[in-house]
C-alpha cells in the first residue's frame, strides 16, 4: 500500500494532520484482516478535510505475556513521539482517541486508499509478502520507490546493501538477506534501538515515490529489558552518524525528568520504561556505534517480511 497521496494532502507525520486525527469524528470504513489485532481503516473530518486513518482500538488487542503494562496503542503513539523529538518523522501521526471502539490508537494512513472492507482485506495481504517474493531491481520504475530489501546468491551484499543474514528460500535453498544501505533506513535504525522495537520486519517500511520513508507497527517497543529485533543489523557495530548522534544528544535533553518529552512519555508508558529509553540514549551515545545483537533474544523477528 505505497502509494502516491494527493498533493493537497499534508505530510502523514506533520503536526497539521496529527491535529485532525486527534479532533476530527472518526468513521470506520472496514477491518484489515491479515493483522493479528483489530486493525480498522478510517477517515476523520475536521474543519471541512478528510483524512484516511488507521485506527487499533485497545479492545482489538491481544495480551502479550512480556508487556504485562499498558496496551499496544499507547506504546505505537510513545514510539511517534520519540520520532517527532528525533526530528526524522520517520513515523506517521498517531494519537490515542477515543473512537467507535473505545479508546485506541490513530495513525494517519500511508499508500493507497482501499475501497471497501474486501480491497482493504486484499491490500494488507499483498503486503504481507513472502520472504521468495523480496527481489532487488536493477531498474525500478521511475515512479516506485527503490527496494529496500533483497535477497542475493552468494556470501556477499554487493555495493549498495548491507548484510542481514542468511535465509532459507525453499527447496532446501539459502540465500543472503540484505537492506539497502539507505540514509533513511540508517536513521531507522537508530530509532530502533531507542525504543527498543521487538519487531521490525520488512512490511512495516513503507517508501514513497516522494523520497520520503515511514515506517508503522511499533506496539512492541519500550521493553525494559533489550529486546531489540529486526532486519536492519547492517550497521551493527559501526560507528553512529554525526546526524544521528546530534539526534540523540537533543533527545537526551528532552528525555531529561520533567522536560516536555519526558511529560508526555510518562502518560504513555510506565517509569521503569521511560528510564529505560533515557539509558538506551545514554549507551548510544557513550558507545558512539549501532548496537549489536545481544544474543539472549532472537536478532531477527519471524516472519521476517
Not at 88 to 99: C, N, Q, S, Y
Request: glycine share 10%; aromatic share 6%.
Amino acid at each position: 500500500m505505497n502509494g502516491t497521496p494527493s498533493h493537497n494532502s499534508p505530510a502523514p507525520a506533520a503536526e497539521s494532520t496529527r491535529e485532525p486525527l486527534a479532533q476530527g469524528t472518526l468513521t470506520v470504513h472496514g477491518r484489515i484482516r491479515a493483522a493479528s489485532n483489530a486493525v480498522l481503516f478510517g477517515t476523520v473530518e475536521h474543519e471541512g478535510r478528510s483524512l484516511p486513518c488507521v485506527y487499533k482500538p485497545v479492545a482489538g488487542e491481544r495480551p502479550l505475556w512480556d508487556f504485562p503494562d499498558g496496551n499496544l496503542a499507547q506504546r505505537e503513539v510513545a514510539a511517534y513521539e520519540i520520532s517527532r523529538a528525533t526530528g526524522w518523522d520517520l513515523i506517521p501521526a498517531t494519537v490515542l482517541r477515543e473512537g467507535p471502539y473505545g479508546t485506541g490508537m490513530c495513525q494517519a494512513w500511508v499508500g493507497e486508499l482501499p475501497d471497501a472492507e474486501d480491497d482493504a482485506e486484499d491490500d494488507a495481504e499483498d503486503d504481507a509478502h513472502d520472504i521468495e517474493g523480496i527481489e532487488a531491481e536493477d531498474d525500478p520504475a521511475a515512479d516506485e520507490p527503490a527496494p529496500l530489501l533483497a535477497l542475493v546468491d552468494g556470501d556477499e551484499p554487493g555495493e549498495g546493501w548491507k548484510a542481514v543474514g542468511f535465509a532459507e528460500v525453499g527447496d532446501g535453498r539459502t540465500a543472503l538477506l540484505v537492506h539497502a544501505d539507505d540514509p533513511r533506513l540508517r536513521r531507522l535504525a537508530v530509532l530502533d534501538a531507542v525504543i527498543n522495537n521487538g519487531d521490525r520486519k520488512g512490511g512495516h517500511l513503507l517508501p514513497r515515490p516522494d523520497g520520503a520513508l515511514y515506517a508503522i507497527d511499533h506496539g512492541v517497543t519500550f521493553h525494559v529489558d533489550d529486546k531489540l529485533r529486526t532486519l536492519l543489523w547492517g550497521w551493527a557495530g559501526e560507528e553512529l552518524t554525526a546526524e544521528a548522534v546530534e539526534a540523540l544528544r537533543a533527545l537526551s535533553a528532552t528525555l531529561a525528568e520533567g522536560a516536555p518529552l519526558a511529560v508526555r512519555l510518562s502518560r504513555l508508558l510506565t517509569d521503569a520504561e521511560v528510564e529505560a529509553a533515557r539509558k538506551r540514549v545514554e549507551a548510544l551515545l557513550s558507545s558512539g556505534r549501532h548496537p549489536l545483537p545481544s544474543g539472549e533474544w532472537p536478532a531477527i523477528p519471524w516472519p521476517p517480511v
